[in-house]
């Protein structure tokens, strides 16, 4: 009688017991982007909240760096298979920017400078699930990832996260942005491996 059933290769160790089906760990930190790099000056930035026909919130780069930000330690995921753990960034939860805003909209539409775009339920982006970050491992955020600020969502595979963030548009309906009306899964979920529609 055999003691290891075919196939056993072992304990998984800590830092793999923490990733999602399906991905690998990287100490880099790859550099994936639907199109060019946009360069955006601080003093054209701003990030706006709307409902599809008004302007409900508006920041420039002064008023949002006022707003309370905090440091978050979390674990990312990309579709194409790497997960880094344990990154630093500093941000804007998206409970501080929403913090005035009343409505009974479900989803909203994330909108970037390059004109990607992302969709996300509303309850995704609320109680400390979601960041506006400009501050990766003590450092300004680069412009090749998402400089001077993207959205992150460290819950939801990376393409969620837009980089170079410029808005959201609040809507009753889900609709797909930039990479799901390409195929890509609607939510994107690394624990459920939602990467493509249809998964």
């Keep these: 009688m055999a003691i290891i059933s075919r196939g056993f290769a072992g304990r998984r160790s800590a830092a793999e017991a923490k990733l999602p089906p399906g991905q690998y ?7 994936l ?3 060019p790099t946009p360069h955006v000056s601080l003093d054209r930035w701003e990030f706006t909240i709307d409902d599809g ?3 409900l919130k508006r920041w420039d780069w002064k008023s949002f760096r006022e707003l309370l930000s905090e440091s978050i330690t979390v674990d990312i995921h990309c579709v ?8 630093s960034w500093e941000g804007v939860s998206l409970d501080v920017l929403l913090a005035d805003v009343r409505t009974e909209l479900p989803y909203a539409m994330f909108r970037s400078y390059g004109d990607y ?3 996300l339920p509303l309850k995704d982006v609320m109680n400390k699930q979601a ?3 400009f501050k ?3 450092a300004d955020l680069e412009p090749e990832h998402g400089g001077p600020a993207r959205l992150l969502v460290p819950h939801l595979y ?3 996260s837009a980089k170079w963030v410029k808005g959201m548009t609040l809507m009753p309906h889900d609709k797909p942005g930039f990479w799901e009306s390409l195929g890509y899964h609607i939510y994107g979920d690394p624990w459920q491996e939602q990467r493509y529609s249809g998964e």
């Design 117 to 119: 775009t992302t969709n």
């Design 80 to 87: 194409t298979r790497w997960s880094k753990l344990g990154t």
């Design 33 to 35: 982007s639907a199109g």
């Design 25 to 31: 760990l990287t100490t880099d930190f790859p550099v």
């Design 158 to 160: 990376l393409w969620k």
């Design 136 to 138: 990766f491992n003590g």
């Design 131 to 133: 960041w506006i970050a």
């Design 53 to 55: 026909s008004n302007v």
